[in-house]
């Protein structure tokens, strides 16, 4: 197992939402481009993304243990919410910018960081069976998420069925039916699939830079909620999740997938959607932003202490 390797995926994404500040910066991308590439993100390239990762899945695939992780992962992100409002009635978060970070103990870069880190360690299969168990998180993004992102004190939220019946939702369930039915999709249209979804990751990392642009730097650093929220979601909660995984089931390919996605950095599709849903996209982009800097040294660390 090749920490280095680690590292320099963190490195890369990093040095990405370093040039999207700069480009922010020298005037080339500007807030109303940011809602425009947040909305491109959102409604096409992460669809797509989602449906390309079972276009390549092989016959040979266990579809018994793949639905076994899908049914974990529902477990899984049902504690996770559970996690994160006993986080909140413990340190009394109620406000709508700790909302925003409280979401990010539930969502992580599960694409855009998880996926090169898990074909680093375990190669091409660990990433399509973390997209498998990751599901739940393209039908809770784009429902909780966009509830808890437009709750705040002055005018109460509701959850409305056509904001859970979108693309992102719709994509994710066709992805599961293509990977159930043995569906063939046509090379050509797996081509395109691939290709637009691809550029998903440095778009969303320079949109994180872009937005972070224009937030005062000493807001970024002077922020001690993001700080606190660091702490549980790339230290605590990988801690739990090793032990507690490691009580209920012996595979430890399981334990390690559970493992590892409890440590990674924030989602950056919370920006996306803050962007998209004009939300606390300054306390959006402040926590992405740390959680991955400093995830460069704590998923290393977690990997070696715990899994290794």
Request: charged share 10%.
């Amino acid at each position: 197992m090749d920490i280095m390797v680690l590292v320099e995926t963190m490195v890369v994404l990093f040095a990405m939402i370093m040039l999207g500040y700069l480009l922010n910066k020298a005037g080339i991308l500007r807030a109303e481009s940011n809602s425009v590439i947040s909305e491109l993100i959102v409604k096409v390239t992460v669809p797509m993304l989602v449906i390309s990762s079972v276009c390549n899945t092989g016959e040979a695939d266990d579809k018994g243990q793949i639905i076994k992780i899908f049914f974990i992962g529902i477990i899984f992100y049902i504690l996770l919410i559970i996690f994160s409002q006993a986080i909140s009635k413990i340190f009394k978060l109620n406000n709508n910018g700790w909302n925003i970070y409280l979401l990010m103990l539930i969502f992580t870069n599960t694409a855009f960081v998880g996926y090169p880190v898990l074909k680093a360690l375990y190669g091409d299969y660990a990433i399509f069976a973390s997209s498998i168990l990751h599901m739940p998180f393209n039908v809770l993004i784009y429902s909780y998420g966009v509830y808890k992102i437009k709750s705040n004190k002055s005018q109460k939220s509701e959850f409305k069925i056509k904001e859970v019946l979108n693309i992102g939702v719709i994509s994710a369930v066709i992805a599961l039916v293509i990977f159930l039915l043995g569906i063939k999709v046509p090379k050509i249209v797996q081509e395109i699939l691939s290709m637009v979804g691809g550029v998903t990751t440095p778009l969303s990392m320079i949109l994180i830079g872009s937005s972070l642009a224009l937030i005062p730097i000493k807001y970024v650093f002077s922020d001690i909620r993001v700080y606190i929220i660091s702490i549980i979601k790339l230290i605590i909660m990988p801690i739990i999740a090793y032990f507690t995984a490691s009580f209920f089931t012996n595979d430890s390919f399981i334990v390690d997938q559970l493992t590892i996605a409890t440590a990674l950095p924030a989602g950056s599709m919370i920006v996306m959607l803050t962007t998209q849903y004009k939300g606390e996209v300054k306390a959006a982009s402040t926590g992405v932003f740390i959680t991955t800097f400093l995830s460069v040294l704590t998923i290393p660390l977690m990997v070696y202490v715990l899994l290794t």
